[in-house]
Structure formats: C-alpha cells, structure tokens
C-alpha cells in the first residue's frame, strides 16, 4: 500500500495539448479532423521545436548505442530484402517522462481503499505534469531531429508521445538501422522493419522507445469463439438444476441481471458514460442493436443507440454486410446491459494500412486528451505478450494508468487461448500470458461457463507476465494460490510476475445479433463488456451520490473478495498440459470470481 500524497500540481505550459494523430503512409503526421457527427476534439496545435543549443553537440556514428534489438525475425515473416530507400515511415517516439513513479504513487494513494484520498479523481493537467518530459528533454531530442532535417508533431496531451515522418533511409540514418521489407506469409503482406536501431550516447535518459522499429505487426485477437466448447453436452441436466429460468437455455442480458443482481432500472446520470474500443475494421451495425434490444432486452428503448468516436480517421459505416461480430457483440452488451449509461464506440483506423499498437498508442492518447475520459473504457482485443516489446508493454501500461488516476477503470478481455495464448498444441515450452491484461493497472476479465455453479470456461486466458512483477493489491491471493499449486508446472510460468485474470464473468451460450441473424458465441470478448456493465452501474449511482468514480479498480477488487462469487472449477488447457486449474479463491483461469452487485455497492461505499 502506499501512502504518498497527491501534489498540488499547475498547469504546464509547456505541455502541447494535442489529440487523435493521423499517420498514414505517403502523408505527413498529422491531427485528425473531427466530423460534424462526432465529439470535436480538444484543440490541437503543433509540437515546439526547440532552438538548438550552441553547446549541443550533434553524435557521429561512434557515439550511437543499440536502444533495442531483436535476435531472430518473428515466425511467419521472411526477409525479402532492404526497404525501398523512399518508402515514407511514420515513427512515434516515446520520450522520458519527468516523474512517472510520482504517478504510481499518486495512483494508489487515490485508489487504495482506506487511504486518505481514496477516491479522487486526478485532473488532466496534474497527471499531465507527472508524465510530461523535462525541457531538457524536449529539447535535446527535437534538437536530435532538427540535426537530421526532420520535424515531429507532438500526439499526447503531456508532449511525451512524438509522431515524425521520414523516408527508410532518413530512418537508417537517424537510427543506425537496416529497414528490411518483410512479407507474412499468410497474408502476403509486406511490412517495413529493422531487427535492430541505435540512439545518440546523448539522448540515453531522454528517449524511451521508437517504434514500430523492431516489432512486427501481428494481429490483436478478437474475435469470438464457437459456443460449443462452452456447456459441452449438458444443457439437459442444467434446466434440473437450481438456474434462473432466464438462462436456461442460453445467456441474455436478463440472466445477467438474475444471477449477478445488477439493476434494470434506468441509470439516471447522463455525465456517465463507457468506452468500447473498435479494431480490425468492425463496424457496429445499428439495425443489429436494435433486433438485439427487441429481443433481449424489451424493456429498453429499441432505438436505444450509441455516439461514435473516430481515431485516425476509423469509421462505422451502415452497410450490414460490413458489421463485425465483434463490434456488434461488444456495443449490444454494453447498450443492453448497462441500462441507460451512455455508450461511445471509439473507431480506430488502421495506422500504415496495419493493425499494430501504434493504433493502440494513438486511442489511449485520444482518451487522454478528453477533458472528460469515459468511467469505464473496455476492450475486448489481446495480445500474446511475448509478440509485444517490453519498452511498449510498459509505455501503454503507463497510458492505462494514467486514465485509472483520471477515473477511468480500464477493461481487457484475458483472452481466448487458455493458457498457451492460442499458439496451438504443444509448441510452447512455457505458458503464454496475454497483454494488455498483464499490465497491473487494468482490470483482465476471465469468462466462466456452465450454471449454476459457474466454472471457468477452458478458453479463457490466465497466467502470470514475465514482463511486470506481481503488484502488492494482490500479493495475498495470488501467493496463496502458488502455495497450493506448489511445483506443478515449475519453469512454465514466471511465480513472481503480475498473475491475471482479476475478475471473471459469464462467456458461454451467449446471444448477439450478427448481420439481421440471431447468434449465440462464446469468449472473453463477451465477459469484458458484462464487467464493463457492472461498473458503470455502480458509477452511476457513485455519481448520484456525489462521490468519484470507481477508477482504478483492482485493490477494491482484492480488497473485497467477499463482493464476488468464488469459482473453484475448470481449468484452461494448452501446450501439451491441462493449464491451471480453478480453486477456492484467486486462480489464474476466473481470477477472484464472478461479481455480486449488492456487495459491491457496499465496497463501493453506497
């Protein structure tokens, strides 16, 4: 627990206060330009580029040092050669932030239930002044690129996050690198990559990654998977059984609202509000959310709709045969459950004509840049965390704090690839965490299948990061549950690091609307929005009560183990063993278990 208290912080000037980058290819960075259907963005102005000090020195090659590397390509790409010397790159830049353990501190001091300043919110302009880079920063690097021709355009509200566009031979120079076009085998996709780049001795301490540079571009998952795997053969036995008649044969929002008592009253605040973040090109089809509510939920408005956020230019164009099974499942959970609380689809075009976390940047960065953030922001894409590097796994974690100190609780779906991420049979000598869901400021939600009693479904993702060590909120459960686990799988697993999931909710025999046809499916990808719900329920009564938002929620979750519903069955299989098994308390398959929504109101101080 810390006990650090929050500063008294002014706003910088210094701090460009941009928001929504666009960086496609063959164009410059450059911000995004709000349409008249969506929320116009905050105002946008250009990065400062610092005079060049006479005592700068500019480095030579001699004074370059490896910042990253890695040893071998990526499975499923192959080297076809130097990159075309014009290809245009756009690169991010993450730069060093003046005090981002200042942050953590102020995080927990404010989230940590018992301590003095449990539940206030931080102001944009106080996180800002946590994360944003020291002048010297600022301006050693921009005089870094002016040296070399090359202008950056600020893409974060705290100026530590620099968009700049430059040719692959501007890139080899500046970086020391040897761009390489790799193609993917698979898809026939070419990409522009370097195993290796180098900084000048003089920007060590000031530049924290440039990326996409070593890592590949390979695909977050998302999608749904088959209901079949879910309730196997027993749906015979489970209508003999103690259920509520609303889930007897499959699971709707109404089975949701009886087995985890959320209300289906009407929430009342309007300055509530959930995020659902969109990838891949899903679209959310509007005639699908209505058929969704008319079936599921009649009680609702069946014009029910929700408002669009475009990030790089992403739209959600009305055209049914374009609607994803994703986007449409994730919006019809939030809209249809979470009764009444505002919900805004973030669409996020595809950076370089490819999904990669410079997508995933440039949404938390729009978030950020909102005077006013969602409560709730959920996302049901993963990926495996080794395909991610660590100097990224740790910059959008930082990202993600920043929105919990804010009052945004920040939700990722564990996964759907049990306890080898998906990467199939036995060609996995150790288990596969899922990012973001291994970062410790966001909340991972498990699916759990079966009823009553719930188990964990035998897709769902858990484990523990061998990037992040485990966090303090939860050394007791997870502790405990490697004292029962003893050497079982030893050398598989990282003990020490950050064990995921934290929470769990129904993914199985769940219903959606796809395309003008009723569909019943299965994941995480429909756990994480029943979670997303449940939050923003309670922060609307908080709201109503004139109390914060929930926030960062994982010490309220482990500090309360009583506001869940243990599940102590199932376990998620995978390369060539049975995974980890559910027990009584915190498990790496359901995490503490399925929420109670009278308990958590009295958790959440109602």
């Given at each position: 627990m810390?006990?650090?208290?929050?500063?008294?912080?002014?706003?910088?000037?210094?701090?460009?206060?941009?928001?929504?980058?666009t960086?496609?290819r063959?164009r410059?960075?450059?911000?995004?330009?709000?349409?008249?259907?969506?929320?116009?963005?905050?105002?946008?102005?250009?990065?400062?580029?610092?005079?060049?000090?006479?005592?700068?020195?500019?480095?030579?090659?001699?004074d370059?040092?490896?910042?990253?590397?890695?040893?071998?390509v990526?499975?499923?790409?192959?080297?076809?050669?130097?990159?075309?010397?014009n290809?245009?790159?756009?690169?991010r830049?993450?730069?060093?932030?003046?005090?981002?353990?200042g942050?953590?501190?102020?995080?927990?001091?404010?989230?940590?239930?018992?301590?003095?300043?449990?539940?206030q919110?931080?102001?944009?302009?106080?996180?800002?002044?946590?994360?944003?880079?020291?002048?010297d920063t600022?301006?050693?690097?921009?005089?870094?690129l002016?040296?070399?021709?090359?202008?950056?355009?600020?893409?974060?509200?705290a100026?530590?996050?620099l968009?700049?566009?430059?040719?692959?031979?501007?890139?080899?120079?500046l970086?020391?690198?040897?761009?390489?076009t790799?193609t993917h085998?698979k898809?026939?996709?070419?990409?522009f990559?370097?195993?290796?780049?180098s900084?000048?001795?003089?920007?060590?301490?000031?530049?924290n990654?440039?990326?996409?540079?070593t890592?590949?571009?390979?695909?977050?998952?998302?999608?749904?998977?088959?209901?079949?795997?879910?309730?196997?053969s027993?749906?015979?036995?489970?209508?003999?059984?103690?259920?509520?008649?609303?889930?007897?044969?499959t699971?709707?929002?109404?089975?949701?609202?009886?087995?985890?008592?959320?209300?289906?009253?009407?929430?009342?605040?309007?300055?509530?509000?959930?995020?659902?973040?969109?990838?891949?090109?899903?679209?959310?089809?509007?005639?699908?959310?209505?058929?969704?509510?008319?079936?599921?939920?009649?009680d609702?408005n069946?014009?029910?709709?929700?408002?669009?956020?475009s990030?790089?230019n992403?739209q959600?164009?009305?055209?049914?045969s374009?609607?994803?099974?994703?986007?449409?499942?994730?919006?019809?959970?939030?809209?249809?459950?979470?009764?009444?609380?505002p919900?805004?689809f973030?669409?996020?075009?595809e950076?370089?004509?490819?999904?990669?976390l410079?997508?995933?940047?440039?949404?938390?960065n729009?978030?950020?840049?909102e005077?006013?953030?969602?409560?709730?922001?959920?996302?049901?894409?993963?990926w495996?965390e080794?395909?991610?590097?660590?100097s990224?796994?740790?910059?959008?974690?930082?990202?993600?704090?920043q929105?919990?100190?804010r009052?945004?609780t920040?939700?990722?779906?564990?996964?759907?690839?049990?306890?080898?991420?998906?990467v199939?049979?036995?060609?996995?000598?150790?288990f596969?965490p899922?990012?973001?869901?291994?970062c410790?400021?966001?909340?991972?939600?498990?699916?759990?299948?079966f009823l009553?009693?719930?188990e964990a479904?035998?897709?769902?993702?858990?484990?523990?990061?061998?990037?992040?060590?485990?966090?303090?909120?939860?050394?007791?459960?997870?502790?405990?549950?490697?004292t029962?686990?003893?050497d079982?799988?030893e050398?598989?697993?990282?003990a020490?690091?950050?064990?995921?999931?934290?929470?769990?909710?129904?993914?199985?025999?769940?219903?959606?609307?796809?395309?003008?046809r009723?569909?019943?499916?299965?994941?995480t990808s429909?756990?994480?929005?029943?979670?997303?719900s449940?939050?923003?329920l309670?922060?609307?009564?908080?709201?109503?009560?004139?109390?914060g938002?929930?926030?960062?929620?994982?010490p309220?979750?482990?500090?309360?183990?009583?506001?869940?519903?243990?599940?102590?069955r199932?376990d998620n299989?995978?390369?060539?063993?049975?995974?980890f098994?559910?027990?009584?308390g915190?498990?790496?398959?359901?995490?503490?278990?399925?929420?109670?929504?009278?308990?958590?109101?009295k958790?959440?101080?109602?």
């Amino acid at each position: 627990m810390r006990d650090s208290r929050t500063p008294e912080i002014a706003p910088r000037d210094e701090v460009a206060k941009v928001v929504s980058p666009t960086c496609r290819r063959s164009r410059p960075c450059r911000t995004a330009t709000p349409t008249s259907s969506l929320h116009p963005p905050a105002k946008m102005r250009r990065s400062i580029l610092f005079a060049c000090a006479a005592s700068l020195v500019v480095a030579t090659p001699r004074d370059m040092r490896v910042h990253e590397r890695r040893d071998e390509v990526p499975s499923g790409f192959v080297a076809e050669g130097p990159a075309p010397a014009n290809q245009v790159l756009n690169l991010r830049i993450s730069l060093t932030q003046n005090n981002p353990a200042g942050l953590e501190d102020a995080l927990y001091a404010t989230r940590t239930p018992g301590a003095g300043q449990y539940g206030q919110n931080l102001s944009k302009e106080q996180v800002n002044a946590f994360v944003a880079p020291s002048p010297d920063t600022a301006s050693a690097v921009n005089a870094w690129l002016s040296s070399h021709n090359l202008t950056s355009t600020t893409i974060s509200p705290a100026g530590d996050w620099l968009c700049v566009q430059m040719t692959v031979q501007q890139a080899n120079n500046l970086l020391d690198a040897n761009y390489t076009t790799f193609t993917h085998q698979k898809t026939g996709k070419k990409t522009f990559r370097t195993l290796s780049y180098s900084i000048p001795a003089s920007m060590n301490g000031h530049v924290n990654l440039v990326y996409p540079s070593t890592m590949f571009p390979i695909e977050a998952r998302g999608s749904p998977v088959a209901s079949s795997v879910a309730r196997r053969s027993v749906m015979s036995s489970l209508t003999q059984r103690d259920t509520p008649i609303s889930c007897n044969l499959t699971v709707t929002p109404t089975c949701i609202q009886d087995i985890y008592d959320l209300p289906a009253t009407l929430a009342t605040q309007t300055g509530n509000r959930i995020g659902v973040a969109g990838f891949d090109n899903e679209y959310v089809d509007e005639a699908d959310l209505k058929l969704f509510l008319q079936n599921y939920r009649p009680d609702l408005n069946a014009s029910t709709t929700f408002e669009v956020q475009s990030v790089n230019n992403g739209q959600n164009p009305q055209n049914q045969s374009l609607a994803g099974a994703e986007a449409d499942l994730d919006i019809q959970w939030t809209v249809g459950l979470a009764s009444g609380v505002p919900v805004t689809f973030y669409s996020v075009g595809e950076t370089n004509g490819a999904s990669g976390l410079e997508d995933w940047v440039d949404l938390a960065n729009a978030l950020l840049s909102e005077d006013t953030p969602p409560h709730v922001f959920t996302t049901s894409y993963s990926w495996n965390e080794p395909n991610v590097t660590e100097s990224m796994a740790r910059s959008l974690c930082n990202m993600y704090a920043q929105l919990g100190a804010r009052g945004t609780t920040v939700i990722f779906s564990s996964g759907d690839g049990g306890v080898d991420g998906g990467v199939g049979g036995e060609q996995c000598p150790e288990f596969v965490p899922t990012f973001p869901s291994t970062c410790p400021f966001v909340t991972s939600v498990g699916a759990t299948a079966f009823l009553p009693p719930e188990e964990a479904a035998p897709y769902s993702s858990g484990g523990f990061s061998n990037i992040f060590a485990r966090p303090s909120y939860q050394d007791t459960a997870v502790s405990k549950f490697l004292t029962q686990l003893g050497d079982t799988y030893e050398g598989k697993y990282n003990a020490s690091g950050r064990g995921f999931p934290d929470v769990s909710a129904q993914g199985a025999d769940m219903v959606s609307v796809y395309q003008g046809r009723d569909t019943k499916g299965g994941g995480t990808s429909f756990s994480a929005p029943v979670i997303a719900s449940t939050v923003a329920l309670l922060n609307d009564e908080l709201i109503a009560a004139g109390k914060g938002t929930l926030g960062f929620l994982n010490p309220l979750i482990y500090a309360n183990p009583d506001a869940f519903t243990d599940v102590a069955r199932g376990d998620n299989p995978g390369c060539g063993t049975n995974g980890f098994t559910a027990v009584e308390g915190w498990d790496p398959l359901s995490g503490v278990g399925t929420p109670i929504y009278s308990a958590l109101r009295k958790a959440a101080g109602l």
